[in-house]
């Protein structure tokens, strides 16, 4: 159990900057610029959740043949977006396959143009996209201390490292079902691109972690870093069902223009 929990110490990680690969050129796809799912973390998170301009949001989910994700994971990822954003047009899941890159590991930025090279789906007038990768290999930012489970990197994208998921969960009684730990994952980096903590849905409290910026304080909610020591994380999917979002979130989720 230790060797598992020690695992986890960085499961989740996000990047608040630009990729380097946008400034690759404004194409236009539908009269609507490319660019405009290529900004920072967290900075579409008031299109994302309020119905303003976006009546309905596009979930791109790309995968490298045997590392789909589960059916329940997919499911529970649309529950928790239809509780907290305003989309009256509903929320859909478009899913393929696309080969593998043939790589080991992955630093952000190769990531980045796997998306640039495959992503079909952006922005139109009334619909927002977004692109999920799950990856068939490694963040090249493990370490031997712990391993990054997922990254949210741009305003509408996120990659989960689906190998390393598969190789931490469903093995043992000690180690959590698949499809728990990627709810668990996909819904903390997306938290991230709705704006938490702190991250373009503003503080409606003082609940960010001043050790781990960009993260809630609170020990039991979905947005907590624990990479102190592990265990807050291994606490957390301990259950049957992935950790939820703190009243403190959902305020700052409600006050940016979702339910």
């Not at 990047?15 to 660019?35: H, M, P, W």
């Not at 299109?47 to 789909?68: A, H």
């Not at 730990?181 to 691109?193: A, D, Q």
Request: one cysteine or more; aromatic letters at 6%.
């Amino acid at each position: 159990m230790k060797k598992i929990i020690a695992a986890l110490i960085m499961v989740f990680a996000l990047t608040v900057s630009c990729s380097k690969q946008d400034d690759g050129g404004d194409v236009s796809v539908d009269g609507n610029s490319v660019l405009n799912n290529k900004k920072s973390t967290g900075s579409s998170s008031h299109d994302l959740l309020s119905d303003d301009t976006y009546k309905s949001i596009i979930v791109e989910v790309v995968f490298v043949q045997g590392y789909e994700p589960t059916t329940a994971a997919i499911n529970n990822f649309v529950t928790f977006l239809n509780e907290i954003v305003k989309k009256p047009q509903g929320i859909t899941v478009v899913k393929r396959a696309i080969a593998s890159p043939g790589k080991a590991t992955f630093t952000n930025e190769e990531i980045a143009k796997i998306e640039d090279d495959n992503r079909i789906k952006y922005n139109t007038s009334n619909q927002i996209a977004v692109w999920a990768f799950f990856a068939d290999g490694e963040s090249a930012n493990n370490t031997t201390d712990g391993v990054v489970l997922g990254t949210a990197y741009r305003n509408t994208s996120f990659v989960i490292y689906e190998k390393t998921i598969q190789g931490l969960s469903g093995g043992s009684p000690f180690q959590p079902s698949r499809s728990l730990l990627e709810t668990t994952v996909i819904t903390h980096e997306f938290g991230h691109i709705l704006g938490l903590t702190n991250l373009g849905a503003k503080l409606q409290s003082d609940h960010e972690d001043t050790e781990h910026a960009k993260h809630c304080n609170v020990e039991s909610c979905l947005m907590y870093w624990s990479a102190e020591t592990g265990s807050g994380i291994a606490n957390m999917i301990s259950g049957s069902t992935a950790p939820k979002l703190d009243a403190q979130c959902l305020a700052d989720l409600k006050a940016n223009g979702g339910k």
